[in-house]
């Protein structure tokens, strides 16, 4: 499967963003989608995410309240929804999707199978 992110941008501290991954190539809903974030000179992180089976999603403390993942089966595409962004969100936003992640790893960069490019969020104060 192939994963686009897009709809970064450069937003003012409380701004509302949504970014979207979209998947081609095969069927996006019985894979497991995960969003990270790497801040420069920091290691990527991971932001929430939405297992495959019950849609059970889970969130980094760092955004839960402010950034929300749904998914659009029908457009075969991924949103993180980011409310109330702070300077401190600034990175490059990954999706990465795998169909055999367990939920307990859902948070690990290294148990998914496919990435996309990336798209730049930037905050300012």
């Known amino acids: 499967v192939q994963l686009q992110a897009s709809g970064g941008g450069l937003v003012q501290a409380g701004d509302s963003l949504r970014l979207s991954c979209t998947a081609s190539g095969r069927t996006f809903s019985a894979y497991a989608v995960g969003w990270f974030r790497q801040a420069s000179g920091k290691e990527r992180e991971f932001v929430g995410g939405f297992h495959r089976t019950g849609g059970r999603t889970s969130y980094a403390d760092s955004v839960k309240g402010r950034f929300t993942i749904s998914r659009d089966n029908g457009k075969n595409t991924v949103y993180l929804q980011m409310n109330n962004v702070r300077p401190d969100d600034t990175a490059v936003y990954y999706c990465?999707?795998?169909?055999?992640?367990?939920?307990?790893?859902?948070?690990?960069?290294?148990?998914?199978?496919?990435w996309g490019q990336g798209t730049q969020v930037t905050v300012s104060s």
């Open positions: 990465a999707a795998s169909q055999t992640i367990i939920l307990s790893s859902l948070r690990i960069p290294s148990a998914y199978a496919y």
